[in-house]
């Protein structure tokens, strides 16, 4: 391994990179509550790795999508574990998320010079959400159904352009195949497509400049 | 890191020492040519891309018209609740599908038809003959024969359904009349 390593280093001379990024000076003081934000990144990294495993039996058309989550709860060995943790994952997400905002904002850690931290957090928030919001639907069963109904409803009562944008979620008037297929295209590659850079991009931030450290008392 | 030099790509305006900004240098035409390329290639494929996404919410929908019994099956004043069958284009499924809808006699030649679901959040209603009203079972909301909201939630009137006689049939189309 260290050999191997050295051989890669030798060539393009990575340590450096490696050691900048895991090796970090922390400000002192930091406790949990500067976990949240990377608890939500290995959460990430869950959900997109049983959601590629998922996809493998998954269909997404409204005679077959509750027959194959069925069957992947029922017939594929360790299926219900795989459906399991990115279950209870989506909902570990949103929280987790939202716990690692509020500490943010708490701390003021969003101040200068991190606002542009905070602003790549506030879409990779949304971002959450909608994964949320598709993934539901995806079981094809009463609850996704009329969940998604009474979501795509909301987005109706904005003013002027409510109905264009509910009949572009629903792919038409009524929510049906076609919304099934959509909302999986966003859930699996639309969303990661916008995601994943963006996650990079603030991470990327939170290393160069280093992360904020505890507020000093006066 | 300490620079000495100014970087010619960060400018776009040539090397350093070359021709002042408003020539058109050959970096600069290259650099133009690249953006425009670029630009075109991402309208090209994007709008269609748009539009591709969009596109079943630019659609209007083609109702038909339905024929939904003979009229002499209809008393006058007397609501009547009426289920029929159409296919419906789900994208590329095509299904048959249960509707329903509210007929409501003036005469042979004049009818009313409401659309089934309450106004307030869609649940189906129904006529009442003892109290002469449209009641909704949801959070009970009240219309009268005419369709006006006579108390509860719904904000308003009972949707019309388009209707015309033929033949001594009536026939219904799914369009709503009255806003
Ligand atoms: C996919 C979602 C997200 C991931 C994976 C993520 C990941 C991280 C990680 C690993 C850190 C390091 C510091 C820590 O853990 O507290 C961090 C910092 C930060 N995050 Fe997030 N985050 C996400 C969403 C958000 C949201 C929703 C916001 C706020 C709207 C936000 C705002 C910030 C800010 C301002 C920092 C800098 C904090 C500091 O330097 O002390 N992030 N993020
Ligand atoms: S849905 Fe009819 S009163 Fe609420």
Redesign the interface.
């Known amino acids: 391994m260290v050999k191997v390593l050295d051989w890669l280093d030798e060539r393009l001379s990575i340590k450096p990179f490696f050691e900048h990024l895991l090796f970090r000076k922390m400000p002192k003081g930091i406790n949990w509550w500067w976990t949240f934000g990377s608890a939500t990144l290995f959460l990430l990294i869950m959900q997109l790795t049983t959601g590629m495993f998922l996809a493998i039996y998954y269909s997404a058309s409204?005679?077959h999508a509750w027959d194959s989550i069925r069957f992947i709860e029922s017939e594929v060995t360790f299926g219900t574990l795989i459906r399991g943790i990115h279950h209870w994952g989506s909902s570990g997400m949103v929280i987790l998320v939202l716990a690692h905002m509020l500490r943010v904002f708490f701390m003021g850690a969003y101040k200068y010079p991190r606002e542009t931290t905070w602003i790549v957090g506030v879409v990779l928030l949304t971002l959450v959400l909608g994964f949320g919001f598709t993934g539901y639907l995806l079981p094809w069963d009463e609850k996704a159904y009329w969940a998604t109904v009474v979501g795509t409803n909301m987005a109706e009562q904005a003013p002027l352009i409510g109905n264009?944008v509910l009949?572009?979620l629903?792919?038409?008037?009524?929510l049906?195949?076609?919304t099934l297929?959509?909302f999986y295209a966003f859930h699996v590659l639309f969303l990661p497509a916008i995601a994943l850079p963006l996650v990079s991009v603030h991470l990327f931030m939170v290393v160069k400049q280093g992360i904020s450290g505890p507020a000093k008392k006066k | 890191m300490v620079e000495t030099t100014p970087r010619p790509y960060a400018t776009g305006s040539g090397s350093p020492g070359a021709e002042p900004e408003h020539e058109m240098s050959r970096r600069r035409f290259l650099s133009r040519a690249i953006f425009a390329m670029a630009g075109f290639i991402g309208g090209v494929i994007g709008l269609p891309a748009v539009v591709h996404t969009i596109s079943p919410a630019l659609k209007g929908e083609q109702q038909s018209w339905i024929e939904v019994g003979n009229i002499s099956g209809f008393q006058a004043g007397q609501p009547k609740k009426v289920d029929y069958v159409i296919y419906k284009a789900d994208g590329w499924i095509e299904e048959p599908s249960g509707k329903s809808c509210w007929v409501v006699k003036k005469s042979d030649s004049q009818f009313v038809v409401y659309d089934p679901r309450c106004t307030h959040l869609g649940c189906p209603y129904s006529w009442h003959t003892d109290k002469n009203q449209f009641l909704c079972p949801c959070h009970n909301g009240v219309f009268d024969l005419e369709g006006n909201v006579i108390s509860g939630p719904p904000p308003r009137a009972l949707r019309r359904f388009a209707n015309r006689v033929e033949g001594g049939k009536l026939l219904v189309r799914e369009e709503v009349i009255n806003g």
């Open positions: 409204p005679d264009f009949k572009v629903r792919g038409g008037a009524d049906g195949a076609v297929t959509r």
